[in-house]
């Protein structure tokens, strides 16, 4: 009896890996046939991935005809099992619906019929063995990957900024390392948090080397943090800081998983900081990686805090408080004054400037100059024009598109070779050496889409942050014209915001001058009309200065 056949053959993207492309598997069924004598019905071929029948149409197609009985069919002819699916239970479960319709699969060059006695355990058995053997040689990829960290031997990958790889090996950058140490100087050597540490970088002149696919020079907090978080800086390494887990509910699916714990080794690459520096910094983030609930003082804000500075070392001045307790312990009220934390450097020696300022005098004296200033004549259209000004985050739109299409073509590039890894055949001599290959390009693609995932959140983030600093011309213009009216009925929190918003920087003097005089210098985010003339500060040193602007004494 002439039996009736189908025939299914199916490749991966771009890459033949075991050499049998859909024209040689079609010419090794072919020659089954005639030998067997049976007759093609129809062909069905699918290039592309093997991960899911959603991706492989004439699959789906073949399937669809032979439940509807259109051809009769007898069997179904594939060159290889793993052409017919990617693991035992898709191999299984598509042969058990097909044996429904009374159509059973052959497997030409592994020599199987599951219409004969024993052909469909063997399908089962060799099916399973080649899911077996893919997770045994995944299991022993990063087994060899553990003891190299083991070892210290760094384990593939990006090198972290501040190092570069020469012959596998981690190098200190020299044009890259000036910023780890100064990362790691300023967060554990100052009151500076990671917010504070970036924007230092960001204004200072430091400029973030660009590499893989970055495009942007500027720090972010996400940057520093990382460069914190990270023991390869005191000469450790960490494995396992992120795992390919699987998504829970779906079938052969992953995704990368950071991990709380992790173990970590002694590295054989030189150190950027001391172990006790980094110890250091792990104690300051566990007290500063959170925020602290705030019980007392509810609507109290430390107005000028970080803006006002330290007249002895520069530094930014931040809000203190005391709180007075009654004589059973209960509490009173609370006194808050802006104070150095006496931790930047001056000539080698630690700031010692002790003076503590009351906050409602610093923040009397600086709104009493906004006042003046703004109660100006020429003052209004000249503030109107500045204000109006339009941030542009063009640059930074066009950055976030470029790391898209990055994202996007490393992504597929990853799912190719997925694809790729799933047409390998387990019975091929090379199998083993092929898998390793391309599972360790396949963890190349996850870190260098884990480090664009990271700069898109920064892109995102600076976006985000410039729109919101962008000043609203009329809001902020009907406040300073009628400063005087509306400051005092500002909450604390409003003040500081309207502050900040228009004032970048206050020097004060070290001591009260004679005259009542305390603040030395303002500094304004952006021109103003002042003394017949535009200007982006204001300093009370020079004559001319304080012949135009009274003098402010203690009330």
């Known amino acids: 009896m002439n039996q009736r056949c189908y025939i299914y053959t199916r490749v991966s993207t771009e890459m033949q890996v075991d050499g049998y492309s859909l024209d040689a598997q079609k010419e090794e069924i072919k020659e089954y046939t005639q030998y067997k004598k049976m007759t093609i019905v129809d062909e069905y071929s699918d290039v592309g991935s093997g991960k899911n029948v959603k991706g492989r149409p004439d699959f789906l197609r073949m399937i669809n005809d ?32 097909i044996q429904d319709y009374g159509v059973n699969l052959i497997s030409v060059a592994d ?14 058995v060799l099916s399973a063995v080649s899911e077996i053997e893919r997770e045994n040689i995944l299991v022993q990829t990063m087994e060899g990957r553990k003891q190299k960290a083991r070892e210290g031997k760094w384990n593939g990958g990006f090198a972290p900024y501040g190092y570069k790889l020469e ?25 500076m948090g990671i917010n504070a540490v970036a924007s230092y970088l960001n204004n200072n002149g430091y400029k973030k080397k660009k590499r893989q696919n970055g495009t942007l020079d500027a720090f972010s907090a996400s940057f520093v943090k990382a460069v914190i978080d990270n023991p390869v800086y005191c000469g450790k390494l960490a494995y396992g800081r992120r795992k390919n887990e699987k ?47 705030k019980r007392y003082s509810l609507e109290h804000a430390h107005i000028l805090s970080g803006i006002l500075k330290c007249p002895n070392c520069g530094a930014p001045m931040y809000g203190n408080v005391n709180r007075k307790k009654k004589k059973d312990g209960t509490y009173y009220r609370d006194y808050f004054y802006y104070a150095c934390k006496h931790r930047r450097s001056v000539s080698g020696h630690k700031c010692n400037y002790s003076k503590q300022w009351s906050q409602d005098l610093v923040d009397d004296a600086v709104a009493e100059i906004i006042t003046k200033l703004v109660h100006n004549e020429k003052f209004e259209n000249a503030i109107k024009d500045k204000i109006n000004s339009k941030i542009d985050t063009a640059q930074l739109e066009e950055n976030l598109e470029t790391l898209k299409k990055s994202y996007r073509q490393e992504n597929t590039a990853k799912n190719k070779l997925a694809q790729q890894i799933d047409g390998l055949d387990v019975m091929d001599s090379s199998y083993e050496r092929k898998y390793k290959d391309m599972q360790e390009r396949l963890n190349k693609f996850y870190e260098r889409i884990d480090s664009i995932e990271i700069e898109m959140e920064e ?52 001591e009260e001058l004679e005259d009542g005089r305390i603040l030395k210098n303002i500094k304004f985010r952006f021109p103003v009309f002042f003394n017949g003339s535009e200007v982006s500060e204001i300093s009370w040193d020079k004559e001319s200065t304080v012949e135009t602007v009274c003098l402010l004494h203690r009330k």
């Open 459 to 510: 892109v995102k983030t600076r976006i985000q942050n410039v729109k919101l600093d962008r000043l609203n011309s009329d809001g902020i213009y009907n406040i300073l014209k009628m400063f005087d009216q509306f400051y005092d009925e500002f909450t604390d929190f409003e003040k500081q915001e309207f502050i900040k918003s228009f004032v970048e920087k206050i020097e004060i003097y070290p």
């Open 66 to 97: 032979i439940k509807e009985g259109k051809d009769k069919v007898d069997f179904v002819l594939v060159f290889k099992l793993s052409r017919f699916g990617r693991n035992a239970a898709d191999v299984l479960g598509t042969l058990q619906i």
């Open 111 to 124: 020599n199987i019929d599951s219409s004969q006695d024993g052909g469909k355990l063997m399908i089962s």
């Open 167 to 191: 012959n596998g090996e981690l190098v200190i950058a020299k044009d890259e390392v000036k910023v780890v140490e100064v990362i790691y100087d300023k967060f554990t050597s100052t009151n």
């Open 247 to 293: 998504i829970q509910g779906e079938r052969n699916q992953f995704h990368i998983v950071k991990q709380k714990e992790f173990p970590v080794y002694d590295g054989i690459h030189e150190a950027i900081v001391s172990e006790e520096i980094w110890q250091a910094a792990q104690e300051k983030r566990k007290i500063t990686g959170f925020k602290h609930e």
